[in-house]
């Protein structure tokens, strides 16, 4: 496979010009660097032999941590409603949204 050509300050300034970025000589060789180094990684990865590796989308497997749903006995309504501060025909009684009272 043929190496590819390095990355250059002239390709760095035309990709900055077509993104519409005006970039100082400084941000230019900056940049240049930076982006020849993501360059570099990334063909690294893509010249690895990647055969028999089966494809995933995560690193480490996935699993639920949720422990299972499994049904209890439901508490005793009128155990519960006598905790409560006030009841109304079986239910609890709230305040109104605008404005009553507790």
């Known amino acids: 496979m043929a190496e590819p050509a390095r990355l250059t300050r002239e390709d760095v300034a ?15 060789d ?3 660097q930076q982006l020849a180094e993501v360059l ?10 990647l055969a028999g590796v089966a494809p995933t989308a995560h690193a480490m497997a996935v699993t639920n941590v949720l422990r299972t749903d499994e ?10 409603l006598a905790q409560a501060p006030s009841v109304e025909d079986h239910r609890f009684r709230v305040p109104r949204i605008l404005g009553e009272a507790p």
Do not use: F, G, M
């Open 40 to 49: 570099d990684h990334a063909a690294d990865v893509a010249s690895l032999d």
């Open 71 to 80: 049904p209890h006995p439901c508490l005793d309504r009128d155990e519960v």
């Open 14 to 28: 035309h990709v900055a010009s077509l993104a519409r970025l005006h970039l100082t000589e400084d941000e230019l």
């Open 30 to 32: 900056l940049y240049t």
